[in-house]
């Protein structure tokens, strides 16, 4: 089953200049527990494996984690995306 996450984030390049990140439950799910070992930004290694892992590229990996990792920031009362990379 798949479906439309409604995350998005800027690409180079692109036309409309977003992208929309569409997960299975099961890609959300690997990425989600991942993130819950530990909210931070993922190193260049990780991104790879959990790209091999779920089947995305690795763009979409680190989409997914800037937002997740934005809204984590924003749930602890940090604010929000303060320049991950």
């Known amino acids: 089953m798949l479906k439309s996450?409604?995350?998005?984030?800027?690409?180079?390049?692109?036309?409309?200049?977003?992208?929309?990140?569409?997960?299975?439950?099961d890609q959300e799910a690997v990425l989600?527990?991942?993130?819950?070992?530990?909210?931070?930004?993922?190193?260049?290694?990780?991104i790879v494996l959990l790209a091999a892992e779920t089947g995305l590229s690795e763009a979409d990996v680190e989409g997914w984690y800037a937002i997740r990792l934005a809204q984590w920031r924003k749930e602890q009362g940090l604010g929000g995306n303060l320049s991950i990379h």
């Open 32 to 46: 989600q527990e991942q993130f819950n070992r530990w909210p931070r930004a993922p190193h260049t290694a990780d």
């Open 5 to 25: 996450y409604p995350a998005r984030y800027p690409t180079s390049g692109a036309r409309t200049g977003t992208r929309v990140i569409r997960l299975t439950v």
